[in-house]
């Protein structure tokens, strides 16, 4: 696109912009409302699991008792790997990051199941159905084995949030500690148009296959301002240390111009809903399990940020209060973000087969800022001024 072409508008990150029609998930910023098709956040937290949540998202209705019973059992079904994956893990650094692990263990998944038969309905629904089973499979073996251990199998008799909680600490969970998590799974399957959903979405409407998909929307989830920000927030927490230093934190960040991790979003300007149930959730397990010190210097920021950042529509997002439930939890905090994409992946395979529903590649446009046509010089009458 030309400079001449000024009547265009450029928003910067696309904010509100309409990239697709979706009837998926909605959000109301103002009012802190957020439901998946039709159905309440608050509703679904409370009553439904994480897969009848993933097979609404994905389906676009509420399983029936068969349809859900159907779906479990095949999701227990593929829960384990090849020893190739695990393989491929075990050469991985363990000092790298979970979510590297994450993103090449997902598109290696493209290699086993690789026909791209993207229009045959059996083809989709195993997509789906394997990369919900084999994404926590992959999270806990490469935890394994980064501390020197040999992955441990699926346990058939555990439903799919306690056999993952299971898979990574080698011990059964609490049952309420399991279903807390099962919640925490329901809260983050999905919300519109984030930045890994689009990237889901950009990568779908190649007509690529959906290992893929997954792939490239694991490494957009990974950046510090999305998925990554509930290690942030623990770490602030840790930095702020006390409750009665949490004014004076805030304070010295904002003269500096610092983001507040767990704070802000795009699309609410009042406290994100998920941050209410999650904070519910963290003072559930708080009660059953001894509390987290670091609750209070929570609760105390929270507090503090309400005279100054609130002004400015700046509330608790849904990282703020997941971290500090993970870790109690028992979660490392370098997998919070892995245990994001077992959730998220519900969304993005929602996505993923709206999209391929009414197709058109994307290919936005862009303002060009460049220099304008010039004559390539030989590099002898180069210089550095010439910024050849
Ligand atoms: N702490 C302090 N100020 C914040 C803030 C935060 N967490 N989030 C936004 N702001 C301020 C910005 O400084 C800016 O102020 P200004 O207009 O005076 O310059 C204004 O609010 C708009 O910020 P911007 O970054 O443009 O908003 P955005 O919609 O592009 O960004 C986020 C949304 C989520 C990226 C942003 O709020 C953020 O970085 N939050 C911290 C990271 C985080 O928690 N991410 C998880 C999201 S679920």
């Given at each position: 696109m030309s400079n001449e072409a000024s009547?265009?508008?450029?928003?910067?990150?696309?904010?509100?912009?309409?990239?697709?029609?979706?009837?998926?998930?909605?959000?109301?910023?103002?009012?802190?409302?957020?439901?998946?098709?039709?159905?309440?956040?608050?509703?679904?937290?409370?009553?439904?699991?994480?897969?009848?949540?993933?097979?609404?998202?994905?389906?676009?209705?509420?399983?029936?008792?068969?349809?859900?019973?159907?779906?479990?059992?095949?999701?227990?079904?593929?829960?384990?790997?090849?020893?190739?994956?695990?393989?491929?893990?075990?050469?991985?650094p363990a000092t790298g990051h979970p979510m590297d692990a994450l993103q090449s263990s997902a598109a290696s998944l493209g290699l086993f199941y690789s026909r791209r038969a993207i229009d045959n309905p059996e083809y989709v629904y195993d997509a789906v159905i394997r990369l919900i089973a084999k994404i926590p499979t992959m999270v806990a073996a490469f935890q394994l084995i980064r501390k020197g251990q040999d992955p441990i199998q699926p346990r058939d008799d555990l439903a799919y949030s306690a056999n993952f909680l299971y898979m990574l600490t080698e011990r059964e969970p609490d049952p309420i500690a399991a279903r807390i998590f099962d919640r925490c799974l329901i809260l983050h399957a999905e919300h519109s148009l984030n930045a890994s959903t689009f990237s889901a979405r950009v990568t779908a409407s190649t007509l690529t296959d959906p290992y893929a998909v997954v792939a490239s929307a694991v490494g957009?989830?990974?950046?510090?301002?999305?998925?990554?920000?509930?290690?942030?927030?623990?770490?602030?927490?840790?930095?702020?240390?006390?409750?009665?230093?949490?004014?004076?934190?805030?304070?010295?960040?904002?003269?500096?111009?610092?983001?507040?991790?767990?704070?802000?979003?795009?699309?609410y300007r009042v406290k994100d809903p998920r941050a209410t149930i999650l904070q519910g959730l963290a003072e559930e397990l708080f009660a059953r399990f001894g509390k987290d010190q670091m609750y209070d210097v929570a609760i105390a920021l929270e507090r503090e940020a309400s005279s100054c950042l609130a002004s400015k529509g700046i509330y608790p997002n849904v990282d703020f209060y997941s971290g500090l439930v993970y870790r109690k939890l028992g979660i490392p905090r370098d997998l919070f973000t892995p245990v994001f994409a077992i959730s998220r992946v519900a969304g993005w395979l929602a996505h993923w087969r709206e999209q391929l529903g009414a197709n058109r590649i994307f290919r936005?446009?862009?303002?060009?800022?460049?220099?304008?046509?010039?004559?390539?010089?030989?590099?002898?009458?180069?210089?550095?001024?010439?910024g050849a």
């Open positions: 009547e265009i508008i450029f928003r910067p990150g696309l904010e509100g912009v309409p990239v697709t029609h979706s009837s998926i998930c909605d959000i109301d910023g103002l009012k802190g409302k957020l439901s998946y098709r039709g159905y309440s956040i608050e509703e679904l937290a409370a009553h439904s699991t994480f897969l009848e949540t993933a097979y609404l998202l994905i389906w676009g209705e509420l399983p029936t008792e068969e349809q859900l019973n159907d779906f479990q059992a095949e999701v227990q079904m593929h829960r384990r790997v090849s020893f190739r994956v695990r393989d491929m893990l075990k050469c991985f957009t989830l990974a950046g510090p301002l999305h998925g990554g920000a509930n290690e942030d927030v623990l770490a602030m927490l840790e930095e702020i240390a006390a409750p009665d230093k949490a004014s004076l934190y805030l304070e010295q960040a904002i003269a500096k111009k610092q983001k507040i991790m767990g704070f802000g979003h795009r699309e936005p446009s862009q303002i060009y800022t460049g220099k304008k046509i010039r004559s390539w010089r030989p590099i002898e009458e180069r210089n550095i001024e010439m």
